[in-house]
């Protein structure tokens, strides 16, 4: 099976095998030691001398913490929206209270800095500002480090990020680029399996935290503070996932994220080239396109759903639809973690055999 | 390493390798199936028709979901409290705006139910009781079959069941009982590694989930409701931990609830016996002790932390001490899930050595 979804993605045998590793305790001295490595690791990665947790949700659980650690309930809030996952940002952020201005840019393009700017001058009582670094739904990147010399440079406002597709893939600088809170998950570039969220959280942020009244305890961060102090988690953790992540973080931190970027890079780029070569055409403007999804349109005439039942049944090749307004329309290959140009040419073989 | 702290357990070997299966599409048919088939299982284990969910989180995030399912802020609940962790729960009540009337019996002992009624009878507005069924932190299991005769036969108030240390290790009828909402977590009496939880929910519950207005997303059982109808869960689970699952049923159904209670009685009385034997005091009445954890009183000039060191460095024995107030007190025996006699007579037999 050729697993191409935007997450999860095939996970590299050494890390599978240490998913197997029997249980220990995760009050102990064992348990604290992985912690610790795990933790200055996924640190590493992030770009961030900030604190950093591991939770275990999914990367959805990563952005409520994010909201519910840092708001209060008629906080005014700017969420920049280019897709389904902006939407769901948004959605938690007015769901525990938040007024949310949602700043929506046209699926298929990047979030405009200079019309961000404008809505933070039109709205100077905006306390944070809601990022999607990659839009998993749409397979578009964001020009982070510009929003963010906006939001932080010439606002300094609280800037929030979901980084689930992003992190681990394309590059991040989370405190040079001034990110207070950064949520991603497991089952993307980690390559992992699903479990784990990592969310890190600046001073700016803790400072936030003081003040904010939006109700909190499973995703807590002041919890996970403490417990960090002593070397555990607040709660039982997905004690296999964390076997995992510390064998894909030699793995990362060996190769270097300097070749992790470039190697999604040139499979973004193939993948790009190769769907265009078949005829079909890009969903996204391909300047913004995603080094970790990309999503195509489905052609005329061509039924999405079956086209992507077709792709899987006779060919073994997985790829996801679209989501919410895009059902039907689009599909998308995923290419993030440890991606082969091999995995990748079956996947186009296979769609030119579907489509002939 | 022996591992016998009250979760994580040791897992078996066959589950164990299903950890390393390699990913599937959360999305596709393929999980449809899983998702399907585990919920069937994890429903006879809970004794249930009514709804179960299968959630990415610790037991304490399944704590939270059955209170911010089912109460608004300001409601009044009654919390029956033997621990540290029904303290836990009416923390989680108040923290989003319940009051709570905490009805705490002492450490070691198990809750009244002739004063639970008492405590109904005065409040007539109380709204809804939280019940620890097995207190983790006191090795004290509550007779929750009698609890539950006051709170919904005499009462019919919404029963919230913390059964994380006690499903599928001691007996419950969720139905039968009049349990609303039941939750748990896998790395207990189910012999997987954490990452799961199981929440059951009830057609009461759905009633109370309709005026709960404590806010709530990651955690929204009608989010995982509408995407159970279509075979997916909301969020992307723990893929692994699905599959660790789908293995352990397979085990606990062969084998047969009945026998499974069995085995876990058993064990939890040669355990009692055996550190009886040895000249030591059981913490808890020992007509409530629980067959999944025994709490055993630190002797008098016995370091409690450096005897449960000593047990760990030494001899490869993995106990737990007391917790909160407990700390340095007792010293706790875990034997749920699959645990053998050879197993707890090494764990006497190290104990005796350290000791002597």
């Given at each position: 099976m050729n697993l191409r979804t935007p997450g999860p993605i095939p996970v590299p045998d050494d890390i599978l095998e240490s998913m197997s590793w029997q249980m220990i305790n995760h009050r102990g001295p064992e348990y604290e030691d992985l912690l610790y490595r795990t933790t200055e690791g996924v640190k590493r990665v992030f770009e961030t001398e900030n604190d950093l947790y591991i939770m275990t949700s999914s990367g959805t659980g990563a952005m409520e913490a994010a909201i519910v650690n840092t708001l209060s309930p008629g906080d005014k809030v700017v969420n920049v929206c280019v897709g389904v996952f902006g939407e769901r940002f948004g959605e938690i952020a007015e769901l525990f209270g938040a007024e949310v201005i949602s700043l929506d840019f046209p699926y298929g393009s990047a979030a405009d800095p200079d019309t961000i700017r404008q809505t933070l001058n039109d709205n100077p009582d905006v306390k944070a500002v809601l990022v999607t670094h990659n839009e998993t739904s749409t397979g578009v990147t964001n020009d982070l480090q510009a929003i963010a010399s906006v939001v932080?440079?010439?606002?300094d406002l609280l800037l929030l990020v979901d980084g689930i597709s992003s992190v681990c893939s394309i590059p991040i600088s989370t405190d040079a680029w001034g990110c207070d809170v950064v949520a991603t998950a497991?089952?993307?570039?980690?390559m992992l399996p699903p479990g784990l969220a990592f969310i890190s959280f600046s001073e700016r942020a803790w400072e936030a935290h003081e003040q904010a009244k939006m109700p909190r305890y499973y995703f807590d961060m002041a919890m996970y503070k403490r417990y960090y102090k002593i070397g555990q988690p607040p709660y039982t953790p997905a004690i296999s996932v964390m076997f995992g992540l510390d064998v894909a973080l030699k793995r990362i931190l060996d190769e270097g994220m300097g070749s992790v970027y470039e190697r999604h890079a040139t499979i973004g780029k193939l993948t790009r080239d190769g769907v265009k070569d078949l005829g079909l055409t890009l969903f996204p403007d391909e300047s913004v396109a995603s080094d970790t999804v990309t999503a195509v349109n489905v052609p005329d005439g061509v039924d999405g759903g079956k086209f992507v039942g077709a792709l899987r049944d006779d060919h073994s090749v997985v790829l996801t639809g679209g989501q919410g307004s895009l059902a039907g329309k689009i599909f998308r290959i995923g290419h993030l973690g440890y991606t082969t140009e091999q995995e990748i040419y079956e996947v186009l073989s296979a769609i030119k055999q579907v489509l002939d």
């Amino acid at each position: 099976m050729n697993l191409r979804t935007p997450g999860p993605i095939p996970v590299p045998d050494d890390i599978l095998e240490s998913m197997s590793w029997q249980m220990i305790n995760h009050r102990g001295p064992e348990y604290e030691d992985l912690l610790y490595r795990t933790t200055e690791g996924v640190k590493r990665v992030f770009e961030t001398e900030n604190d950093l947790y591991i939770m275990t949700s999914s990367g959805t659980g990563a952005m409520e913490a994010a909201i519910v650690n840092t708001l209060s309930p008629g906080d005014k809030v700017v969420n920049v929206c280019v897709g389904v996952f902006g939407e769901r940002f948004g959605e938690i952020a007015e769901l525990f209270g938040a007024e949310v201005i949602s700043l929506d840019f046209p699926y298929g393009s990047a979030a405009d800095p200079d019309t961000i700017r404008q809505t933070l001058n039109d709205n100077p009582d905006v306390k944070a500002v809601l990022v999607t670094h990659n839009e998993t739904s749409t397979g578009v990147t964001n020009d982070l480090q510009a929003i963010a010399s906006v939001v932080k440079g010439e606002f300094d406002l609280l800037l929030l990020v979901d980084g689930i597709s992003s992190v681990c893939s394309i590059p991040i600088s989370t405190d040079a680029w001034g990110c207070d809170v950064v949520a991603t998950a497991s089952q993307k570039g980690w390559m992992l399996p699903p479990g784990l969220a990592f969310i890190s959280f600046s001073e700016r942020a803790w400072e936030a935290h003081e003040q904010a009244k939006m109700p909190r305890y499973y995703f807590d961060m002041a919890m996970y503070k403490r417990y960090y102090k002593i070397g555990q988690p607040p709660y039982t953790p997905a004690i296999s996932v964390m076997f995992g992540l510390d064998v894909a973080l030699k793995r990362i931190l060996d190769e270097g994220m300097g070749s992790v970027y470039e190697r999604h890079a040139t499979i973004g780029k193939l993948t790009r080239d190769g769907v265009k070569d078949l005829g079909l055409t890009l969903f996204p403007d391909e300047s913004v396109a995603s080094d970790t999804v990309t999503a195509v349109n489905v052609p005329d005439g061509v039924d999405g759903g079956k086209f992507v039942g077709a792709l899987r049944d006779d060919h073994s090749v997985v790829l996801t639809g679209g989501q919410g307004s895009l059902a039907g329309k689009i599909f998308r290959i995923g290419h993030l973690g440890y991606t082969t140009e091999q995995e990748i040419y079956e996947v186009l073989s296979a769609i030119k055999q579907v489509l002939d």
